[in-house]
């Protein structure tokens, strides 16, 4: 299983990103996919996490409404698009399958 993040970076609050989980080594589209995220000092938290088919999502209180999770199973590539950024965003976000966690993608929202 190799799982692997992009598109994070250096974001003002109020901006958007769109980070990308691109997966290997296993059938994607039978597993649900998930996207945490760990702040400095902080434990790693559940962000978002969508089913097999996508037709069903669920997300911490913290980003109902700003953020959305996706797939593209023809693609092996989970999705998780992030509006509305504000500074406690700022984390490194990693994508989550079958017990094996990405590299990480690092994002900051500052002004």
């Known amino acids: 299983v190799q799982l692997v993040e992009s598109g994070g970076g250096l974001v003002q609050p109020g901006g958007s990103l769109r980070l990308s989980c691109a997966a290997s080594?296993?059938?994607?589209?039978?597993?649900?996919m998930s996207w945490y995220r760990q702040a400095p000092g902080k434990e790693r938290e559940l962000v978002a996490r969508?089913?097999?088919?996508?037709?069903?999502?669920d997300f911490a209180d913290s980003v109902k409404g700003r953020f959305t999770i996706s797939r593209d199973n023809a693609k092996n590539t989970a999705y998780l698009q992030m509006n509305s950024l504000k500074p406690e965003d700022t984390a490194v976000y990693y994508c989550?399958?079958?017990?094996?966690w990405g590299q990480g993608t690092q994002v900051t929202v500052s002004a």
């Open positions: 989550y399958a079958l017990l094996n």
């Open positions: 080594g296993f059938t994607f589209s039978r597993y649900a």
């Open positions: 969508i089913s097999s088919t996508g037709v069903s999502a």
